[in-house]
């Protein structure tokens, strides 16, 4: 089964001090990986989908990249409003197998 | 165009009791899964439904069952509540590929 493992649990930044958040997943075949924000009690948010290998994708102060092992959302100049839990998974078949999430914490 | 929502936002059931959750999908979906998702934890999938038939299971026993009907919101029924189904459950849509999947807010589910 596929396997979706996400590093750090958590993750303090100052404002404007940029990181990057991993995903790394074992999968037979990616048709998909995604990425979601989600903020406490709430569902996730939609951010990203990537699909092969070198792909990049933008969003605002968001950046996601993926190689054939491990993707990486990289925050560059975060502020206190992109503070939640960040959620990567991968598809397979006709679910989304998740990982527990990255929790980010943005201080001004 | 409508997003995903669910109903109701928190609900609180007694052991043993039964509970119905809904989904509505959003405008131009067929597809809908269903999540569980823990304290602390990546929402696990659960099932999913395309025209009205069950599309894939998780690994969820059968008091874990749902409906989709033909304007495509869904209902998730869980019978016999336990302690451990306590969760928020999501609903999320999509057209059959799955490409890009949203999600609603949740309903936050409590047994005690």
């Known amino acids: 089964e596929d396997q979706v493992t996400q590093s750090p649990e958590a993750l303090r930044l100052q404002e404007g001090e940029s990181s990057s958040l991993n995903c790394s997943y074992t999968v037979s075949g990616l048709r998909g990986l995604f990425w979601y924000r989600q903020d406490p009690g709430k569902g996730p948010e939609f951010l990203f989908t990537?699909?092969?290998a070198g792909e990049e994708k933008e969003k605002e102060r968001l950046k996601a990249t993926l190689t054939k092992k491990e993707s990486f959302l990289h925050i560059t100049a975060p502020k206190p409003e992109d503070s939640a839990t960040y959620l990567c998974a991968v598809q397979e078949t006709h679910k989304l197998v998740f990982g527990a999430g990255t929790i980010l914490r943005v201080k001004s | 165009e409508t997003g995903v929502t669910q109903s109701p936002t928190h609900l609180i059931k007694t052991r043993g009791q039964q509970v119905t959750l809904r989904c509505s999908s959003q405008?131009?979906?067929?597809?809908v899964s269903w999540y569980q998702q823990a304290l602390g934890q990546g929402p696990q999938f659960i099932f999913q439904y395309y025209r009205e038939e069950e599309n894939g299971r998780g690994n969820f026993p059968p008091r874990f069952s749902g409906l989709q009907f033909p304007n495509y919101s869904s209902e998730l029924n869980v019978n016999a509540l336990e302690l451990d189904d306590s969760a928020l459950y999501l609903c999320a849509s999509s057209d059959l590929t799955g490409n890009e999947q949203y999600f609603g807010p949740g309903t936050r589910l409590t047994v005690t």
């Open positions: 990537l699909y092969s």
């Open positions: 405008s131009g979906h067929n597809t």
